[in-house]
């Protein structure tokens, strides 16, 4: 499905509002889409955590961000700027800057996590050498040093470990017993997979580690160093039996399945140029094409909490312009969301179709710097997702309790 062609004015957003200004909440609606949309207003740029974190507290009563200052103008894919990590109510009432003097990412902010109850707030504290650990009590006080020998990033699902090393090794710290435990090293995972021609003369790394969703396993991003990496590969540590394995490549922006048993991608088709969606058996290693009806201009995507069917995902270019997409698995179909900026129409196809670093294609140049990173609530009730085209990058929230 692709957009509508015709013209809509970028003054259709602000008609569009039922907010007025200097209130933190803006009520609209996608002109194209008819989708409802939230957008938390603020003249300084926010981010949220990444788009298989969740933002919300864990009765999705709160809502964790990180709050760039207001002299950070322009912003970088890959920068650090000042700032400070907020809390607020899930209708944008009653925010508190929690700690400040941070240096935020854009992509993921200080790599806040809820704590399983709702007290804490966990982040990365890279104030000080080597980066540490630390949580925020949410009702306020000193932040509380997390002693891990090793960067961590991620609590497990019950909040008992976090997932921590370096490009180096990959391991696990257990909370209660403050102990590190090693759990896999570059070495091991060399020695597994199929690709190692391909880190022979291009050193390779461990990173992104995340557990899936029942917590039984952890999955393990190994690739090259370079800007456009000859390499990506994911691979499974299975906490229960202590087994690594090796289980797909030639991937990016890989996420886990709701249920825990199965992980989707992206992958580019080499013949075609054209992106599909892969679904592997964490179990098995054997895929599937989970959609591939279409091009699948995709930078992060992820299923529906509770229908499997469902895939959110941003847009980079193409019939689904620069906005968020759903794509039905059993329908074969994939449709606009929302559109960003609110009623654009889609770029025409560049002359020469071409690879940018996540392999999509049709990419004009944008006009502003925006990686929407959708993120569904805890039911599949709303999306949360971030937009500059207001001229800083915001919060927004699209409901899809109808999808």
């Not at 961590?152 to 909040?159: A, I, N, Y």
């Not at 899936?212 to 691979?235: C, Q, S, W, Y």
């Not at 995902?313 to 929302?338: E, S």
Request: hydrophobic share 35%; aromatic share 10%.
């Amino acid at each position: 499905m692709t957009l509508p062609t015709r013209s809509l004015l970028p003054l259709l957003l602000v008609a569009l509002a039922a907010a007025l200004p200097g209130q933190r909440v803006e009520q609209l609606r996608d002109p194209i889409t008819g989708a409802k949309i939230t957008r938390f207003v603020s003249k300084q740029h926010e981010t949220h955590h990444y788009y298989f974190v969740s933002p919300w507290s864990p009765d999705e009563s709160k809502i964790a961000f990180f709050r760039f200052n207001a002299d950070v103008d322009k912003l970088s894919a890959t920068g650090r700027y000042p700032g400070a990590l907020w809390v607020m109510d899930a209708d944008g009432s009653n925010e508190r800057k929690l700690v400040d003097n941070l240096q935020g990412h854009y992509h993921v902010g200080v790599n806040q996590v809820w704590g399983p109850k709702g007290e804490y707030i966990y982040f990365l504290d890279t104030r000080s050498s080597p980066a540490a650990m630390v949580r925020a009590p949410v009702a306020g006080g000193p932040v509380e040093k997390v002693n891990t020998p090793v960067p961590c990033t991620r609590l497990s699902p019950d909040g008992k470990t976090f997932s921590c090393g370096d490009v180096n090794e990959q391991g696990v710290y257990h909370v209660d017993e403050q102990r590190y435990e090693p759990l896999v090293t570059l070495e091991r995972a060399l020695a597994l997979t199929p690709n190692r021609e391909l880190t022979r003369h291009n050193p390779s790394v461990l990173q992104n580690t995340r557990y899936n969703p029942t917590g039984d396993k952890i999955m393990i991003v190994h690739r090259t160093r370079e800007d456009f990496p000859a390499l990506v590969e994911i691979f499974v540590y299975d906490l229960k039996t202590r087994q690594l394995r090796w289980l797909a490549d030639d991937l990016h922006h890989p996420n886990w399945r709701p249920d825990g048993k199965a992980i989707v991608f992206v992958r580019r088709e080499p013949l075609t140029n054209y992106q599909r969606l892969i679904e592997v058996d964490a179990d098995t290693g054997i895929e599937r094409v989970a959609f591939g009806a279409d091009h699948v201009p995709a930078g992060h995507p992820s299923y529906h909490p509770t229908k499997q069917h469902l895939i959110v995902t941003d847009c980079y270019g193409g019939p689904m312009g620069n906005g968020i997409a759903i794509i039905d698995t059993k329908a074969n179909t994939m449709r606009p969301l929302v559109t960003i900026p609110l009623g654009s129409k889609p770029d025409e196809a560049a002359d020469s179709r071409f690879p940018f670093r996540n392999w999509g294609i049709w990419f004009p140049a944008r006009k502003y710097l925006n990686e929407p990173r959708p993120v569904w609530s805890k039911d599949g009730s709303k999306v949360l997702f971030t937009s500059q085209e207001s001229g800083r990058l915001n919060l927004y929230i699209v409901d899809t309790s109808g999808l």
